[in-house]
């Protein structure tokens, strides 16, 4: 049952948040319009440089389990690990050492280099953690831009990770999800009408099937245990459904969870959302357990 704290944020959300993005006349004016959520108590930040792309350290109270490298979202126009720390900083206090790159945005930057970003980062993770000790994840682009550092890492022959853990990715840049329709009024954070820009603002010209790009189009054979939550009211509700749909034909393990009436990325929401806290609970508890079943070399 969905909690009373839900029914209240959709509304602020569509008031502050989601009619200002339809408004917005560029990304550059969109960049400026979400307000970082403070991150928990108790968690330490430490600025690094890993593979020559920037980025931070998480650490929380205890001696980590394992890293996760996180990647944010924000379409990848905006936002940065500093507004995520919410995020990070739970999962650090849930035990793991977490390294969140600030990867180089949209339009400045265009579609690959936030993927190259990524790369660039896990080889240098990869380096000096085993992998099989390693958590990907990401929220909306930045979990689309998790599970596109998967396939590219694979395509390297790059080691893979021990698991993959993904809130409300956005996986198809081509934005054919039916959701995109059916959720459009019910969705109160993200605006329908303007994801083909946004998808635009990144790709520039490169094709938007791009696996890279749009990961739901990609080989999905071969890869990590692979968490997915979602909420049912969500445009990007089939990005997550017809992915899980596809890594289970490929003969993968993923476990999808959708959550009643809850915002995009609730995740980043802690302090409101109880459901906030549960969905950060199982995604640590699907990562140590998927990284306990992963067996160690000799």
Known sequence: MP???????????????????????S???????LTPVPP?????????????VPGEWVHGLTPPEATLLYLHGGGYFTCSPISHRAITSAFALRGFAVYAPDYRLAPENLFPAAVDDALAT???????????????????????????LALAAKAENLPLPGCIILFSPWTD?????????TNATRESMLYAPRMNEAAANYLGTADPKNPLASPLYGDLTGLPPTLIHVSNRE??????????????????KVDLTIWP?????????????????????????????????VALPA
């Open 122 to 148: 896990y080889r240098a993770l990869i380096a000096q953690t085993p992998p099989e000790r390693l958590v990907i994840a990401g929220d909306s682009a930045g979990g689309g831009l998790a599970l596109a």
């Open 3 to 25: 909690s009373w704290q839900s029914y209240l944020v959709h509304p602020f959300l569509r008031f502050y948040v989601k009619r200002r993005l339809a408004r917005a006349t």
């Open 261 to 293: 009436n809850l915002p995009h990325v609730w995740q980043i929401s802690q302090t409101i959302l109880p459901e906030a806290r549960k969905s950060l609970d199982q995604a640590a508890s699907f990562a140590k357990s998927a990284l306990a079943s």
């Open 235 to 252: 445009i990007l509700l089939d990005d997550s459904t017809r992915l899980a749909t596809r890594i289970r034909a490929a003969g993968g």
């Open 27 to 33: 990304a550059g004016v969109a960049r400026n319009l």
């Open 40 to 52: 928990l108590p108790g968690a330490r930040f430490t600025l690094d440089n890993l593979g020559g």
């Open 173 to 181: 840049l081509a934005c054919t999800g039916a959701s995109l329709e």
